[in-house]
């Protein structure tokens, strides 16, 4: 724990002007983000007598090992700026919004020859109209279902559309008519667009013209006696209207506006959100959040309005926000909001009629939200602490280990040999922390030799990242000089990059566990143990969990600790043993079907996919191909002699697979070689030795 005064910025070096500053702990890790219009001011707060400070601020005081700032010129650069770093370091006492999902969208890509209806969910793309957020997919698929048969525009991915055009055949809504069919040139690219223009457009709240046209032709078709027609039309005048069954009107000038509403309590708040589109109800969506830091009601709000449109512009900032509390100042944040949308925006608390009364309804979902996760998360929490409790106990360490990693080999049956490190957080996986390596120190099926390989490794990093930064004390020496030269790490994926000063996130393995688990009984444990010794690492525990009766290694322990079953303790290593084992496995499969998929072709030098697919298009088969003289290979387009001559000689060396065998009859089965250049997902081996080989990974 850090005494603030041991950081505190001399007087008169914080200037008095609007800017953003960052506290970081011992580690360089931003741990907390603000704004401030004078600095000088805001700061000060915090280096007050830590008795008179909230315990959340005290906590977070006392955790930081510095502060720094950023001077701007506005109060509104500095929002943005807060914005983005908060988004940037995801400093762990900011307030940050829990299950804030990605939500889905219907949206219609006019910005193609053919617009798509479809349901995206991500950052938002150009030329592509948007309508929701929905708090389902299926809403949208239902909502898009009963639309079509009005306006039936293209549904389909892009490889459908090109297989139906290139077939000359629709897929069945096509073929039922809830499709135009543009795949097949049943209707002009301009008139495709004109009638996803039209969706769009019903979409947006413009009803009531399509509803009376539709009427309209209903009944010129009943005059004329054309029944058939009217009924089809009757139907489809229907089926609008049960699409605008779904969100019924709620404010009766067609307002565009959303709503937030915010339910809290001493340690956590929900937040609601109604996006009213037209006067109706177009989409909702809800966040819980810890206060990690003393803070308003306006505070939050504030933070949901960043958080919501932070990544926004043009219309998907609403005219009007109405909120249950302004953040103060207001100024600032209304200039940015109108900055974001491009004209004006009003922020106000609704005081009365409809607006008041749909806020109220708003208020009674997040009363609702926060209630509802409060019941599923005291629990967890409960449990959670418990576990982590148990575990320190159980291996006496000194406090319970806040940050787990764990480490898993895979490999079948000595090739691919691959590793995992998982990362637990408060006894929560923290997926963005897991990373994967390649045994390269040796060939063949070693555990406890990849075991002390893959520990030195990361270890290392560990080392030479904290070397880098400056944190090395007077007894570290040997280790940094220990440490100088690394390995390259052989993950697939981002390997670690040099951690700087001026980036506070731990990107790689800056930052230390408290606790390491290793997949494994004593030989595996003195293994990660002999490579911390190594290294000259003493204050990181290491335990193993064996598979076979679920027993807890210790280093230079002859017996194990055995945990009782129903221990929260012994199912959280459980949990992190599996994840690491499912992360391992994964990775191992993944490179040796990359290794299956390996043709003879892939190793002409020159030769590209277009002309390795147009071989095989040409001779039918790989098998077909290995057979074909050098002047039948030349006869493919693009193929010269000199390049014929190369891929006869790369088969030459590459000797056929021996055939299947049936086992019950002695017969050859003579099949036809996969078509590995063009990417076939099968393994090149019969199902049963495929389901042995995947007994056999560890």
């Known amino acids: ?267 956590e708040a929900a937040v609601q959100i109604f996006h009213v589109r037209g006067g109706r109800v177009r989409g909702q969506r809800g966040w819980v959040t810890d206060k990690v830091e003393e803070i308003t009601t306006g505070a939050l709000v504030e933070h949901a309005l960043q958080q919501l449109y932070g990544e926004e512009t043009g219309d998907a900032v609403p005219k009007e926000v ?43 979902n997040a009363q609702q939200g926060l209630a509802l996760h409060k019941t599923k998360r005291a629990s967890d929490l409960t449990t959670r602490s418990r576990a982590l409790e148990e575990i320190a106990d159980a291996l006496a360490l000194d406090s319970a280990p806040l940050r787990i990693e764990c480490y898993d080999i895979s490999h079948l049956q000595g090739d691919d040999v691959v590793a995992s490190m998982v990362v637990f957080e408060d006894g929560l ?19 406890v030799r990849s075991m002390h390989e893959v520990i030195t490794r990361r270890f290392r990093r560990y080392l030479a990242d904290k070397e880098r930064t400056g944190e090395w004390g007077d007894g570290d020496t040997d280790a940094a000089a220990g440490s100088a030269e690394l390995p390259a790490e052989a993950a697939d994926g981002p390997v670690a990059d040099s951690l700087t000063e001026d980036d506070g996130r731990p990107k790689r393995f800056a930052y230390p566990p408290q606790l390491v688990v290793v997949d494994g009984g004593q030989p595996q444990v003195a293994a990660a143990k002999r490579a911390l010794d190594e290294l000259g690492i003493d204050d990181i525990a290491v335990c193993g969990l064996a598979k076979r009766l679920e027993e807890v290694w210790l280093p230079d322990d002859d017996d194990p600790v055995v945990l009782p079953r129903s221990s929260e303790g012994l199912y959280l290593l459980q949990r992190v043993r599996d994840e690491a084992h499912r992360f391992a496995i994964t990775y191992q499969r993944t490179k040796r079907a990359k290794r299956f998929r390996a043709s003879p072709l892939d190793d002409v030098p020159g030769l590209g996919e277009t002309r390795r697919q147009a071989l095989v298009k040409h001779f039918g088969s790989v098998k077909r191909l290995r057979s074909a003289t050098i002047d039948q290979i030349c006869e493919v387009p693009g193929i010269g002699r000199k390049t014929a001559e190369t891929i006869a000689a790369a088969f030459a060396r590459t000797a056929p697979p021996a055939p299947a065998v049936n086992t019950a009859t002695g017969e050859i089965m003579d099949e036809e070689e996969p078509d590995t250049t063009a990417g076939s997902p099968g393994e090149p081996v019969a199902a049963g030795a495929q389901e042995d080989r995947r007994g056999q990974e560890t």
Not at 327 to 340: D, G, K, N, S
Not at 341 to 357: E, F, T, Y
């Open 1 to 267: 724990m850090a005494d603030p005064s041991s950081y505190r910025p001399k007087p008169g070096q914080i200037p008095d002007s609007p800017g953003v500053y960052r506290f970081r702990d011992e580690h360089r890790r931003v741990i907390y983000v603000g704004k401030a219009k004078s600095l000088r001011q805001r700061l000060a707060n915090y280096f007050q007598d830590l008795a008179g400070l909230h315990p959340r601020t005290r906590t977070m005081v006392t955790t930081a090992a510095s502060v720094e700032w950023t001077v701007v010129s506005t109060e509104v650069e500095a929002l943005q700026l807060e914005y983005s770093w908060i988004k940037e370091y995801d400093p762990r006492f900011n307030v940050k919004y829990r299950d804030d999902k990605s939500y889905p969208y219907l949206a219609v890509t006019m910005n193609e020859e053919f617009p798509r209806a479809q349901v995206m969910r991500g950052h938002k793309k150009k030329g592509v109209r948007y309508f929701g957020p929905y708090a389902h997919a299926w809403a949208i698929r239902d909502t898009v279902d009963l639309l079509l048969r009005v306006f039936p525009v293209r549904t389909c991915s892009a490889g459908v559309f090109k297989n139906a055009a290139r077939t000359g055949r629709p897929c069945l809504l096509g073929y039922i008519g809830k499709c135009s069919a543009p795949c097949v040139g049943r209707i002009s690219p301009d008139d495709h667009w004109e009638l996803a223009n039209e969706f769009c457009d019903f979409m947006t709240g413009r009803t009531g013209t399509y509803l009376r046209r539709l009427e309209k032709q209903m009944t010129e078709a009943a005059e004329e006696m054309e029944y058939e027609r009217a009924a089809r039309l009757r139907d489809d005048i229907g089926a609008l209207k049960k699409a605008m069954e779904k969100n019924a009107v709620v404010l009766a000038d067609a307002t565009d506006a959303d709503l937030i509403a915010v339910a809290e309590d001493e340690l």
């Open 429 to 447: 996986a923290r997926k963005s922390e897991y990373r994967r390596f390649q045994i390269k120190g040796f060939e063949g099926q070693d555990d």
């Open 322 to 364: 109405l909120v249950p509390a302004l953040p103060e100042p207001l100024e600032p944040v209304q200039e940015w909001l109108t900055a974001r949308r491009g004209s004006n925006v009003s922020l106000r608390i609704p005081q009365r009629g409809d607006k008041r009364a749909l806020m109220e309804t708003v208020e009674r």
